[in-house]
T-cell receptor, first 113, second 114 residues
Framework: NAGVTQTPKFRVLKTGQSMTLLCAQD?????MYWYRQDPGMGLRLIHY???????AKGEVPDGYNVSRLKKQNFLLGLESAAPSQTSVYFC????????????FGQGTRLTVV | AQSVTQPDIHITVSEGASLELRCNYS??????LFWYVQSPGQGLQLLLK??????LVQGIKGFEAEFKRSQSSFNLRKPSVHWSDAAEYFC????????????FGRGTSLIVHP
Protein backbone atom coordinates (compact mmCIF):
# COMPACT_ATOMS: atom_id res chain seq x y z
CA ASN A 1 0.00 0.00 0.00
CA ALA A 2 1.81 3.09 -1.29
CA GLY A 3 -0.35 5.68 0.52
CA VAL A 4 0.47 9.17 -0.76
CA THR A 5 3.13 9.43 -3.46
CA GLN A 6 4.66 12.68 -4.68
CA THR A 7 6.69 13.13 -7.85
CA PRO A 8 9.28 14.40 -8.36
CA LYS A 9 11.17 14.30 -5.08
CA PHE A 10 13.65 17.01 -6.09
CA ARG A 11 13.65 19.68 -8.76
CA VAL A 12 15.64 22.76 -9.66
CA LEU A 13 13.94 25.37 -11.82
CA LYS A 14 15.07 28.60 -13.37
CA THR A 15 13.03 31.71 -12.66
CA GLY A 16 10.12 31.90 -15.07
CA GLN A 17 9.97 28.20 -15.85
CA SER A 18 6.85 26.18 -15.24
CA MET A 19 6.33 22.78 -13.73
CA THR A 20 3.72 20.46 -12.27
CA LEU A 21 3.98 18.49 -9.07
CA LEU A 22 1.97 15.31 -8.96
CA CYS A 23 0.33 13.82 -5.89
CA ALA A 24 -1.28 10.39 -6.09
CA GLN A 25 -3.10 8.54 -3.34
CA ASP A 26 -4.40 5.00 -3.40
CA UNK A 27 -6.62 5.18 -0.32
CA UNK A 28 -9.75 6.46 -2.09
CA UNK A 29 -9.65 9.64 -0.01
CA UNK A 30 -11.99 12.50 -0.78
CA UNK A 31 -9.90 15.36 0.58
CA MET A 32 -6.47 16.32 -0.72
CA TYR A 33 -4.20 19.19 0.22
CA TRP A 34 -1.03 20.92 -0.89
CA TYR A 35 1.16 22.56 1.74
CA ARG A 36 4.49 24.32 1.56
CA GLN A 37 7.01 24.10 4.37
CA ASP A 38 9.50 26.86 5.02
CA PRO A 39 11.92 27.21 7.95
CA GLY A 40 10.19 28.69 10.98
CA MET A 41 6.85 28.89 9.18
CA GLY A 42 5.49 25.41 9.68
CA LEU A 43 3.17 24.09 7.00
CA ARG A 44 1.03 26.56 5.12
CA LEU A 45 -1.91 25.49 3.01
CA ILE A 46 -1.70 26.40 -0.66
CA HIS A 47 -4.80 24.80 -2.15
CA TYR A 48 -7.08 21.94 -1.26
CA UNK A 49 -9.80 19.79 -2.75
CA UNK A 50 -12.83 18.20 -1.13
CA UNK A 51 -13.55 15.88 -4.03
CA UNK A 52 -12.96 15.09 -7.67
CA UNK A 53 -13.42 18.16 -9.84
CA UNK A 54 -13.29 20.61 -6.92
CA UNK A 55 -10.52 22.91 -5.73
CA ALA A 56 -10.28 25.79 -3.29
CA LYS A 57 -7.69 28.33 -2.20
CA GLY A 58 -5.80 28.01 1.02
CA GLU A 59 -3.66 30.46 2.96
CA VAL A 60 -0.96 31.09 0.31
CA PRO A 61 -2.44 30.36 -3.15
CA ASP A 62 -0.78 33.10 -5.21
CA GLY A 63 1.47 31.81 -7.98
CA TYR A 64 0.02 28.32 -7.90
CA ASN A 65 -2.79 26.49 -9.64
CA VAL A 66 -4.25 23.06 -8.98
CA SER A 67 -6.43 20.48 -10.64
CA ARG A 68 -8.26 17.39 -9.41
CA LEU A 69 -9.47 15.70 -12.58
CA LYS A 70 -9.26 12.26 -11.04
CA LYS A 71 -10.07 11.42 -7.45
CA GLN A 72 -6.69 9.84 -6.80
CA ASN A 73 -4.58 12.67 -8.23
CA PHE A 74 -4.03 16.27 -7.16
CA LEU A 75 -1.72 18.35 -9.33
CA LEU A 76 0.04 21.52 -8.24
CA GLY A 77 1.25 23.82 -11.01
CA LEU A 78 3.68 26.69 -11.03
CA GLU A 79 3.15 28.73 -14.20
CA SER A 80 6.13 31.06 -13.79
CA ALA A 81 8.42 30.01 -10.96
CA ALA A 82 9.93 32.62 -8.67
CA PRO A 83 12.74 32.28 -6.09
CA SER A 84 10.13 32.87 -3.35
CA GLN A 85 8.63 29.53 -4.32
CA THR A 86 11.75 27.69 -3.23
CA SER A 87 10.34 25.38 -0.58
CA VAL A 88 9.46 21.84 0.36
CA TYR A 89 6.01 20.91 -0.86
CA PHE A 90 3.86 18.32 0.85
CA CYS A 91 0.73 16.68 -0.35
CA UNK A 92 -1.75 15.11 2.05
CA UNK A 93 -5.02 13.26 1.78
CA UNK A 94 -7.85 12.37 4.13
CA UNK A 95 -11.12 10.54 3.84
CA UNK A 96 -14.36 12.30 4.62
CA UNK A 97 -15.05 10.48 7.87
CA UNK A 98 -15.25 12.62 10.98
CA UNK A 99 -12.63 10.92 13.10
CA UNK A 100 -9.79 10.53 10.65
CA UNK A 101 -6.43 12.13 10.11
CA UNK A 102 -4.47 13.35 7.11
CA UNK A 103 -1.76 11.20 5.54
CA PHE A 104 1.28 12.87 4.04
CA GLY A 105 3.60 12.21 1.13
CA GLN A 106 7.37 12.36 1.45
CA GLY A 107 7.65 15.85 0.03
CA THR A 108 9.10 17.56 -3.03
CA ARG A 109 12.09 19.81 -2.55
CA LEU A 110 11.93 22.60 -5.12
CA THR A 111 14.66 25.16 -5.69
CA VAL A 112 14.09 28.12 -7.98
CA VAL A 113 17.27 29.89 -9.09
CA ALA B 1 -10.58 30.90 12.31
CA GLN B 2 -8.59 28.13 13.89
CA SER B 3 -4.92 28.56 14.79
CA VAL B 4 -2.14 26.72 16.58
CA THR B 5 0.74 28.11 18.62
CA GLN B 6 3.84 26.15 19.47
CA PRO B 7 5.74 28.55 21.70
CA ASP B 8 9.05 26.69 21.66
CA ILE B 9 11.05 26.76 18.44
CA HIS B 10 13.78 24.50 19.83
CA ILE B 11 13.87 22.16 22.81
CA THR B 12 17.05 20.46 23.99
CA VAL B 13 16.94 17.48 26.33
CA SER B 14 19.34 14.79 27.45
CA GLU B 15 18.71 11.23 26.47
CA GLY B 16 16.62 9.56 29.15
CA ALA B 17 15.11 12.80 30.38
CA SER B 18 11.42 13.55 30.24
CA LEU B 19 9.93 15.72 27.52
CA GLU B 20 6.99 18.07 27.20
CA LEU B 21 6.25 19.99 24.00
CA ARG B 22 3.66 22.73 24.28
CA CYS B 23 0.75 23.37 21.96
CA ASN B 24 -2.03 25.91 22.32
CA TYR B 25 -4.91 26.19 19.91
CA SER B 26 -7.60 28.68 19.10
CA UNK B 27 -10.97 27.37 17.99
CA UNK B 28 -14.54 28.16 18.91
CA UNK B 29 -15.56 24.64 19.86
CA UNK B 30 -13.88 21.34 20.67
CA UNK B 31 -11.47 20.70 17.82
CA UNK B 32 -9.74 17.69 16.45
CA LEU B 33 -6.13 17.74 17.65
CA PHE B 34 -3.05 16.00 16.31
CA TRP B 35 0.65 15.67 16.83
CA TYR B 36 2.86 14.77 13.89
CA VAL B 37 6.58 14.05 13.79
CA GLN B 38 8.92 14.78 10.90
CA SER B 39 12.33 13.19 10.72
CA PRO B 40 14.94 14.93 8.55
CA GLY B 41 14.11 14.65 4.86
CA GLN B 42 10.89 12.79 5.55
CA GLY B 43 7.20 13.45 5.43
CA LEU B 44 4.95 13.84 8.46
CA GLN B 45 3.97 10.83 10.50
CA LEU B 46 1.03 10.87 12.88
CA LEU B 47 2.00 10.36 16.52
CA LEU B 48 -1.42 10.63 18.10
CA LYS B 49 -4.81 12.26 17.77
CA UNK B 50 -7.69 13.47 19.90
CA UNK B 51 -11.24 13.43 18.66
CA UNK B 52 -13.37 12.95 21.77
CA UNK B 53 -13.60 10.99 25.00
CA UNK B 54 -10.62 10.42 27.27
CA UNK B 55 -8.54 13.59 27.33
CA LEU B 56 -5.27 11.68 27.77
CA VAL B 57 -4.39 9.97 24.52
CA GLN B 58 -1.64 7.48 23.86
CA GLY B 59 0.32 7.42 20.66
CA ILE B 60 3.12 5.58 18.97
CA LYS B 61 6.73 5.53 20.13
CA GLY B 62 5.75 6.00 23.79
CA PHE B 63 4.25 9.49 23.36
CA GLU B 64 1.12 10.75 25.02
CA ALA B 65 -0.77 14.04 24.99
CA GLU B 66 -3.40 15.59 27.18
CA PHE B 67 -6.25 17.77 25.97
CA LYS B 68 -7.05 20.53 28.45
CA ARG B 69 -10.09 22.49 27.35
CA SER B 70 -9.73 25.14 30.06
CA GLN B 71 -6.21 25.96 28.88
CA SER B 72 -6.82 25.37 25.15
CA SER B 73 -3.77 23.15 25.21
CA PHE B 74 -2.69 19.79 23.84
CA ASN B 75 0.82 19.21 25.17
CA LEU B 76 2.89 16.26 24.06
CA ARG B 77 4.84 14.26 26.62
CA LYS B 78 7.26 11.39 26.81
CA PRO B 79 8.71 10.07 30.08
CA SER B 80 12.13 9.09 28.71
CA VAL B 81 13.52 10.46 25.47
CA HIS B 82 15.65 8.38 23.10
CA TRP B 83 18.23 9.79 20.69
CA SER B 84 16.03 8.62 17.81
CA ASP B 85 13.30 11.04 18.95
CA ALA B 86 15.30 13.98 17.61
CA ALA B 87 13.01 15.45 14.95
CA GLU B 88 10.58 18.26 14.19
CA TYR B 89 7.22 18.03 15.94
CA PHE B 90 4.06 19.65 14.68
CA CYS B 91 0.81 20.21 16.49
CA UNK B 92 -2.27 20.54 14.30
CA UNK B 93 -5.92 21.42 14.78
CA UNK B 94 -8.82 20.48 12.55
CA UNK B 95 -12.30 21.92 12.53
CA UNK B 96 -15.30 19.68 13.09
CA UNK B 97 -17.69 19.64 10.19
CA UNK B 98 -17.57 21.44 6.90
CA UNK B 99 -14.41 21.36 4.84
CA UNK B 100 -11.91 19.75 7.13
CA UNK B 101 -8.61 21.62 6.85
CA UNK B 102 -5.77 20.79 9.22
CA UNK B 103 -3.96 23.90 10.46
CA PHE B 104 -0.43 23.43 11.68
CA GLY B 105 1.76 25.15 14.21
CA ARG B 106 5.23 26.31 13.24
CA GLY B 107 6.85 23.25 14.74
CA THR B 108 9.25 22.51 17.58
CA SER B 109 12.67 21.11 16.83
CA LEU B 110 13.76 18.53 19.40
CA ILE B 111 17.48 18.11 20.00
CA VAL B 112 18.61 15.16 22.08
CA HIS B 113 21.99 15.18 23.77
CA PRO B 114 23.64 11.84 24.57
Amino acid sequence: NAGVTQTPKFRVLKTGQSMTLLCAQDMNHEYMYWYRQDPGMGLRLIHYSVGEGTTAKGEVPDGYNVSRLKKQNFLLGLESAAPSQTSVYFCASKNNGLNTEAFFGQGTRLTVV
Amino acid sequence: AQSVTQPDIHITVSEGASLELRCNYSYGATPYLFWYVQSPGQGLQLLLKYFSGDTLVQGIKGFEAEFKRSQSSFNLRKPSVHWSDAAEYFCAVGARGGSYIPTFGRGTSLIVHP
